[in-house]
């Protein structure tokens, strides 16, 4: 990973064989950053996604291995009981254009990645929702 800071905004490119999530969480940490909006694109061979089923309060994870391109990936970096926390969901499209969507446990890049964090200079901590069954923002 590479990056580089302009006022409150990071630009970060990631390499092959590199975790999204895990750079997320290596650059927020070094940077001290505690709230941020997260924007990308890229590739990605090797991608882990969740769907949340409300009635069950249950997380379903699918896996796709293959030649992907991000098409969105978006979501906040935030803290729950002041630690680290990062909510990120991605689309990804394959070689026919058919696209996979949902919460991202896991994406490794295959070629690049183009990251986009945007620093929020404040803190929103998250805390588990039994009624809903996940970590919501708390204000």
């Known amino acids: 990973m590479e990056y580089r800071k302009f006022d409150n905004t990071y ?15 290596v650059l927020s940490l070094k940077e001290g950053i505690q709230l941020a909006t997260v924007q990308g694109l890229g ?27 991000i098409v969105s990936l ?11 926390y ?5 689309s990804a499209g394959d070689a026919t254009g058919h696209v996979v969507g ?13 990251l986009v964090v945007t620093v929020i200079p404040s803190t ?4 588990y929702s039994p009624e809903i069954g996940l970590n919501l923002l708390k204000f």
């Not at 882990?48 to 379903?60: A, C, S, V």
């Not at 990062?86 to 991605?90: D, I, K």
């Not at 929103?124 to 805390?127: C, E, I, P, S, W």
């Open 124 to 127: 929103v901590d998250r805390a």
């Open 86 to 90: 990062c909510h990120l969901h991605l």
């Open 102 to 114: 949902g919460h991202l446990n896991k994406a490794v890049i295959s070629a690049t990645a183009e």
């Open 43 to 69: 590739a990605v061979n090797d991608l882990t996604l969740g769907i949340f089923k409300p009635d069950e309060k249950k997380y379903y994870a699918n896996s796709f291995q293959g030649y992907y391109e």
């Open 11 to 25: 630009i970060v490119r990631l390499d092959p064989g590199e975790e999204i999530l895990e750079q997320v969480k």
């Open 74 to 84: 978006t979501g906040t970096v935030s803290t729950m009981d002041g630690e680290f």
